[in-house]
């Protein structure tokens, strides 16, 4: 059984960079994609990006500029950093697994983001 969970700090204040990590159990993370979304409050979900199992990645075009994804393949975990965070960042950030061509069948439960000064 693969499993996911997500961890980093609760509160980020503006213009900081966010940084969360996915550690994943039961599996490794030099196979298939591992990806990063986030659900702001009354929002739907949003895919942020992807590391692959060779260690490339994808991003999404609106957050492409502000967002690095890595991979501590010796720890089997991969971490999203959003730099310059307003506000708006503020969302529960998850990771997730993509078995193939976006289907995503193993999901951390989610960590709460708060962007405050």
């Known amino acids: 059984q693969v499993q996911l969970q997500e961890s980093g700090p609760g509160l980020v204040k503006p213009s900081q960079t966010l940084s969360l990590t996915c550690t994943v159990s039961g599996g490794s993370i030099t196979a298939y994609y591992w990806n990063w979304f986030r659900q702001p409050p009354g929002k739907g979900l949003e895919w942020m990006g992807a590391?692959?199992?060779?260690?490339?990645?994808a991003y999404s075009s609106s957050l492409k500029s502000r967002t690095s994804i890595s991979r501590d393949t010796s720890k089997n975990q991969f971490t999203l950093q959003l730099n310059s965070v307003t506000p708006e960042d503020t969302a529960v950030y998850y990771c997730?697994?993509?078995?193939?061509?976006?289907?995503?069948?193993?999901w951390g439960q989610g960590t709460q983001v708060i962007v405050s000064s």
């Open positions: 590391i692959g199992n060779s260690g490339d990645t």
């Open positions: 997730a697994r993509d078995r193939s061509y976006r289907t995503y069948d193993y």
